[in-house]
């Protein structure tokens, strides 16, 4: 047995070579025995990625351990009229009933988070998840206070001065920042992974739309964001590890708002490179 776990079971394996075909690395051969083989002293280049696996139509290679049967069943032509609506129906709720989402509905959403796309499939990211009202109510309440000890000063410092248009509905009491919204989820990248930049927006463009389809609103949160940056014994709060770098913010939760119709956006500038 090799150390990535690679066996070809031979009684399935039609020996169509998908598997070598399909490695990126390229550390698959069909070895003396006609089935497939990690060509050695190659382990160390396999990205993990698990194509062997996904790619074998007879369901005969397993790697690190896993069990092919066990794999969620994919179906070969999605709706794409369904995937559109979803993608143009996406809005951001600032609008969530106060109260914690579904726990079985919260458990499928960061389950998914497996799945996302990774640069060098890293999935060197880690996720804050506040699963709880109480916990946000308790940053919320925190980060509006700082905010609103910090606008009294004439002039503003300049980290609040892009916050002061909002100023008169934080004096109202109305939560321009976190939106009311009982959850947040925050993404941080490893900061000397491959692509920490990209890969957390990625991550939660995903949790957006799956959690959408699930009737869960969500929004981007650049404001939140912005707190993070601002205070740094926030991201301690929520448990930003030393070395990883908060990518961005996103709020959710259950909302009893619904968006009937699409907008209709300008069409996107696209241009032909001729
Ligand atoms: C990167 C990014 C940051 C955003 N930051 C905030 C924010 O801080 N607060 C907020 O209420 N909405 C925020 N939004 C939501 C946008 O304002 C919203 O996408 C835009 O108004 C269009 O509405 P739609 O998303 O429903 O199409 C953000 C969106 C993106 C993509």
Redesign the pocket.
Known sequence: MNQLKFTVDPAKCIRCGACIRDCAPAILKFGVSGFPELIEGEASSCTKCQHCLAVCPEAAVSIFGREPGASLPVERRMDSDRLLSLIAG???F?SYRRENLDRDILEKLLSMLAWVPTGVNSHSLDFSVVSDLSVMDEIRSYVNSRILEMMKFDPPPAAVKGLMRYRRQILEGRDVIF?GAPHMIVVSAKEDSPCPAIDPMIALSYFELYAQSLGVGT??????MGMLLLFPELRTRIGIPEGWRPG?VMLFGPTDLRYPRA?QPEAARIHFVK
Do not use: D, I, N
């Open positions: 996406r809005r951001s600032r939106r929004v981007w949160c650049g404001l939140a961005y907008t």
